[in-house]
């Protein structure tokens, strides 16, 4: 079963716009993460929040974590071309260094 | 450090046959991990191992799967009597172990199709 839930499941923006993207997850977590697959390619990790952080920025990333509503967002701001791949997010069952699961993930255009 | 590794990228074969996919670690990174994903779908957890010894198995892994890493090194992931439900993307994916947070290093995966 999949723990996590991401929201919309795809997204087409121009480029230099924001993209946001959101996760829902069902049970209690130490971390979410996120990572981006390109077409065809292996996941790349991009950030991790911890279950006591808020908010965490990254370069163009910033993702925020609501425990309270066991949700999390990513945003990307000023969108390139080359930010067009599928974005997840994914959360260990239990502990901080068990198995991740990953939502379905996000297709992400950015049109030129 | 040159990654994760996977072999074969892609491998195509006929239903029935039996498949063999390798993955190489990180250096000095205890846990590895397989996952299988599917179009449009995201990474599905198969199995893991904490050096040599295989910790976890997914339900996901019919007793046509098997998978080793019989030196706490690399790992062979292997499908016997291939179905055309096990057409899929085998991702491999590893990490330091104990003290870590959790982040996955992942291989660039190896594509099946059975025909």
């Known amino acids: 079963s999949q723990q996590g839930e991401e929201d919309p499941q795809a997204l087409s923006i121009q480029e230099g716009e924001n993209a946001t993207m959101n996760c829902s997850y069902k049970t209690s977590i130490n971390n979410l993460q996120w990572y981006r697959q390109n077409s065809g390619r292996g996941l790349v990790h991009l950030i991790l929040?911890?279950?006591?952080?808020r908010e965490k920025h990254s370069g163009r990333l910033r993702v925020t974590l609501d425990t309270s509503k066991k949700s999390s967002s990513l945003l990307i701001t000023a969108s390139r071309a080359a930010d067009t791949a599928s974005y997840f997010c994914?959360?260990?069952?239990?502990?901080?260094?068990?198995?991740?699961?990953f939502g379905k993930g996000i297709t992400l255009s950015v049109r030129p | 450090d040159t990654g994760v590794s996977q072999d074969p990228r892609h491998k195509i074969t006929k239903r029935g046959q039996n498949v063999t996919f390798r993955c190489d670690p990180i250096?000095?990174?205890?846990?590895l991990y397989w996952y299988r994903q599917t179009l449009g779908q995201g990474p599905e957890f198969l199995t893991y191992?904490?050096?040599?010894?295989?910790?976890?198995k997914s339900r996901l892994l019919s007793d046509r799967f098997s998978a080793e890493r019989p030196k706490g090194s690399f790992s062979t992931l292997e499908i016997q009597r291939t179905e055309q439900g096990d057409s899929a993307m085998y991702l491999c994916?590893?990490?330091?172990?104990?003290?870590?947070?959790?982040?996955?290093?992942f291989g660039e995966g190896s594509r099946l199709t059975v025909l």
């Open positions: 191992f904490q050096n040599e010894a295989q910790l976890e």
């Open positions: 250096s000095e990174h205890n846990r």
């Open positions: 994916a590893s990490n330091p172990g104990q003290g870590n947070t959790g982040e996955l290093f």
């Open positions: 929040i911890r279950s006591n952080e």
């Open positions: 994914a959360t260990p069952l239990t502990g901080a260094n068990s198995k991740l699961t």
